[in-house]
């Protein structure tokens, strides 16, 4: 049964983490067809995920405020991830204008959590008044500064490799995080039959009580 996912653009963040190959991207451009009369600006960090989903532009001066957009920049360098947020907070949030803005492969910028970023953290802490939100996808959660956790409402896990990183996300969503290791290597959940498939997430609101599972399919 799939989740029930109750989401308001320009006003939640949305965090999507899990290994590679698991369903992240998947998982990404299902909420931006769901969202696809609203604008958007997507960082397509390997520069072929996105290409279908905007008008693809290599330069942040291509960006459209108002349309949706996938920045492939030529050289894929911290340099142009800082112009591409500085671009959404002075030419958009800056005109309170609405944007949803996804950051693929977030670990990429970010290799510590403690490390500051003033151009993202800007966007995330303080331009949400003006209907900017951001969607982040990761394939390293722990890295993920506390900043953004704390700020964003919806958060989908898929399956990861280390235990550590189950610790770390029991916190964050709940016990049925556990769904994601393989039912002999759980320290909770060992008793329970569900075992992820493809595509198979935990889900959090983390405005409701409770996680919710998807198995996913064969």
């Not at 653009?9 to 969202?35: N, Q, Y």
């Not at 995920?49 to 894929?76: A, D, R």
């Not at 490799?161 to 770390?168: A, C, G, P």
């Not at 016990?175 to 002999?184: G, H, K, T, V």
Request: proline residues 5%; aromatic residues 12%.
């Amino acid at each position: 049964m799939p989740v029930k996912f109750n989401y308001s653009p320009f006003e939640e963040d949305i965090i999507i983490a899990g290994i590679k190959g698991t369903g992240k991207t998947e998982r990404a451009k299902k909420i931006l067809s769901e969202i696809s009369s609203l604008p958007y600006w997507v960082h397509d960090f390997q520069r072929n995920k996105f290409t279908k989903y905007g008008k693809v532009c290599h330069t942040v001066e291509e960006l459209e405020p108002g349309s949706q957009c996938i920045f492939q920049p030529k050289i894929n360098d911290y340099s142009n991830f800082l112009a591409f947020c500085r671009r959404i907070h002075f030419e958009v949030a800056e005109k309170s204008a609405n944007l949803v803005y996804v950051i693929d492969e977030l670990h990429q910028w970010i290799k510590n959590k403690q490390v500051a970023i003033p151009e993202l953290s800007t966007l995330v802490l303080s331009d949400r008044n003006k209907g900017i939100s951001g969607i982040f996808i990761t394939s390293n959660h722990t890295t993920v500064p506390n900043w953004i956790i704390d700020n964003c409402t919806h958060f989908f896990a898929y399956k990861v490799n280390l235990s550590s990183r189950l610790d770390w996300l029991e916190e964050n969503i709940g016990e049925p995080s556990w769904l994601l290791f393989p039912q002999d290597k759980r320290k909770s959940l060992q008793d329970d039959p569900r075992i992820l498939k493809k595509h198979g997430f935990v889900y959090r609101n983390q405005n409701e009580d409770g996680a919710q599972v998807e198995v996913g399919s064969d």
